[in-house]
C-alpha cells in the first residue's frame, strides 16, 4: 500500500472532545470539505500505572477511528510513544519518572520495556482498523518530531520495527521541522518524511525535496493557529492569511494535516507546559483559533479553508451541523465554603520516609501534595529552603501560612521564627503541579514535588507525603462543605448548584477570584487563572443534567463571591 495521493487531513484529539461529542465534532470537520481526520494517541491517558491500561469510554480509541469512518474520513494516527501535543508529558505516563535512572525517547532498556508494553496493549485493537483490513487507518505515524529531540536513531527504529511487527501494515511516516538536522535526526530511511510548519510553504517543501527528491510532500502540522500559555497573551491567525498558506500547500500539490481541526479542551490536569522562559504552564482551552471552535463554532476560518479546499476537492453537499444550543447565562452567589482539609477523605494514603517523595512516586503524579513534618527553629530563626520546588508551594508552619512561593523563591529560603516555647514547628508544604513540560530539552526533568527541605544548610527529616488527586472519580464527594470562607489566603473549597432545565453547552467564569480548579458534576472541569488570557471554561452539554448541577471550585489565592455562567466563550 502507498501513501494516498492527496491528504486533506485535519486534527481531533478524542481525548480533548466528550465522547458524546466525537460523532458531531468530525461531522463538522468532514463538512469543512476534509478528506481525513488525525489523532495522536496519549499513551498517559491509557495507562494510569504501569501495566494498567484503560480503552473504554473516552478512552475507546477504536470507536473515535469507527466513528470517523462513518463520516467518510480516513484516518492518520500518531500513537508516540511520545506525542508532544501540549499534553502533560508529552503523552509519556508519569509514573516513567518513578525509576530515577530512567531516560526517555532513547534505547534505555526499561523505556524500551514500557513503549514494548503499550505497544502491546495498543496495537491489536488498531490493526483491524487499518485500511488493509476495509478499516480507515491509511497511515500511521513512527514517534513525533523526534528530530527536534535526539539522535538515537536505534531508538526510532525499534519503535518503527515494533509498529510493523505487530501488524502495521499501512504506509508509516515521521514528522519533523523542516531544516535539514531536524530531518537528519528524525527521519528514517525508507519511512515517508513529512514536515510541519506554519509558513514559508516553498521553503519548507524545497528542503524537503532537496532530503528525500521525487516523494510526496506533506506538511504534517500546518500551525495556522496556535496555543496559549497562562499569563501570556492569546493566539489568534488572520483567517484569509491562514488559507493562502493551505492554498500554497495544495497548488503545490502537496498534502496537509490542519493542526488543529479542532482542539477541544485540556480537560482535568492534563495540559502540558514549556521551559522556555521559566515553566509556562499551558491554559485549560485547546481552541488554538481552529476552524472549528472549542465549543464546535463553525468559524470566519472555516468558511475561508472550506474555500480553500473547494478548489481543489470535491466538497460535500451537506452544510455543517447547527451551532449546538448554550445555556442561558446566570450568576451564581456561593452557597457553600470548606476549608481545604474538608476533602481530607478523599486524600491518598501518606508515605512516610526521611526524606519527602517526588508526586511521580506515590500515586498518579497529578494534582497536588501534601508534605509533613516538623523541624526546631533556632532561638535565632533559621531559612526553610525547598530543594527542586516544582512548581509552587504554600507553606504553612504551625498552621498559619508562612509563604506561597515558586521555585525561585523556594530556593532563596523563607524565615522562619523560633516558637517561644521552645518546642519544634509543625510543617505542611502543599505542593501544586501545574502541568509537565511536553516539549524539549526539559521533557522529564521536572518531577513535582520537592527534592528536599533544608533548614539552612541542615536537612529536615522524617516526612509524610501525601498524594491529593484532584482528577480522581468522586474526589469532590468527600468534600464536607459548612462555614465561612477561610480569612486569610488558603485553599478554600467553594460550592453553588445551578438548576438547567435541559443539558446545553455553557462557560463558567469566575470573576473576582485567584487561581484554581473547577468542577462540574464531580468532573474537574480544568485551571482557572486570573492571570488569563483564558476567562472562560467550557463546559460541554454532556456534563449537565436536567435539574440541579454542583459547581465545586477550589481557590487556591484569594475566593471571589460569585460563579458566572456565560453563554459566550471569552480566552482572551
Ligand atoms: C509540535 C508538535 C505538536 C504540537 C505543536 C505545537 O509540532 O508535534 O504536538 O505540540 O508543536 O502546538
Redesign the pocket.
Known sequence: MTFPDRVISGAVHYFRVHPDLWADRLARVAAMGLNTVET?VAWNFHSPAPGTYDFTGWRDLPRFVELAGEQGLQVLLRPGPY?????DL?GLPAWLLRDPGLRLRCCDPAFLAAVDDYLDRLLPLVVPLQATRGGPVVAVQVE??YG?FGDDADYLRHVRDGLVGRGIDVPLFT?D?PGPDHLASGTLPGTLATV?FGSRVAEAFGELERFRPGEPKMC??L?HG??DHWGEQHHTRDPGEAAAVLEEILAAGGSVNL?MAHGGTSFGLWS?ANLEAGHQPTVTSYD?DAPVGEAGEITEKFHAFRTVIGRYAHLPEREPPALPPRLAPQTLPVERWAPFGAASAAWGDAVHGPAPRWMEEVGSGRGLVLYRGSVLVPPDGGRLVLEDLADRAHVFADDRLVGVVDPAEAAAGIELAPRPDGAPTRLELLVENRGRV??GPGLGRDRKGVGAVRLGNRFVHGWQTVPIELDADGFTDAVAFGGEPAGEPAPTYAGVTVHVDAPADGFLALPGWGRGFVWLGGFLLGRYDEAGPQRTLYAPAPLWRAGANEVVVLEMAHVGERVELRDVSDLG
Open positions: 495522536y506525542v508532544c501535543a501540549e499534553w508529552g513525533n518530531e527536534s514528522s521541522g510541519n504534517m502540522e500551525w496556535w496555543f493542526y502540558g488554538y511536553n516539549f
